[in-house]
Nanobody
Framework: QVQLVESGGALVQAGGSLRLSCEASGNILSIHHMSWYRRALGKQRELVATVTNSGSTTYSGSVEGRFFISRDNAKNVVYLQMNSLKPEDTAVYYC?????????????????WGQGTRVTVAS
C-alpha cells in the first residue's frame, strides 16, 4: 500500500517562508513525477509545481520565482520551498505522485495523493 504524507503547513506572516515535505512510502518501484497542488477556500484545485524523475521542474505563474520544488529520490521525498508568501497563497496543499509499485497482480502505475497540509498566510 502506497502512502503520501505531507508535513510543514503552518500559519505564517506575509513575506515569510515555509517548507513543505511529502514522503512516499510503500512497495514503490519508481516515482515518475511528483507535484504539489493547492486548493483555496471556494476555489478550484491548482497545480503549483511539478518535478520529474530527471529533476525538471515547472511552476504555475502565480508562484514562479517564489516557490521551489525539489526531490530526494533516495528518500522518496518531495519538498516545496515557499518564499515571499502572500495571503493569496493560503490554501490546503496536496502532494501528488505518479509512480509504479509492486502489487499482488504485478507492477502497477498509478497516481496517489496525500491528505493535505494547511498553509495560512496572515496579512
Amino acid at each position: 500500500q502506497v502512502q503520501l504524507v505531507e508535513s510543514g503547513g503552518a500559519l505564517v506572516q506575509a513575506g515569510g517562508s515555509l517548507r513543505l515535505s511529502c514522503e512516499a512510502s510503500g512497495n514503490i518501484l519508481s516515482i515518475h513525477h511528483m507535484s504539489w497542488y493547492r486548493r483555496a477556500l471556494g476555489k478550484q484545485r491548482e497545480l503549483v509545481a511539478t518535478v520529474t524523475n530527471s529533476g525538471s521542474t515547472t511552476y504555475s505563474g502565480s508562484v514562479e520565482g517564489r516557490f521551489f520544488i525539489s526531490r530526494d529520490n533516495a528518500k522518496n521525498v518531495v519538498y516545496l520551498q515557499m518564499n515571499s508568501l502572500k495571503p493569496e497563497d493560503t490554501a490546503v496543499y496536496y502532494c501528488n505522485a505518479e509512480l509504479s509499485s509492486y502489487t499482488t497482480y504485478g507492477i502497477a502505475r498509478d497516481e496517489y495523493w496525500g491528505q493535505g497540509t494547511r498553509v495560512t498566510v496572515a496579512s
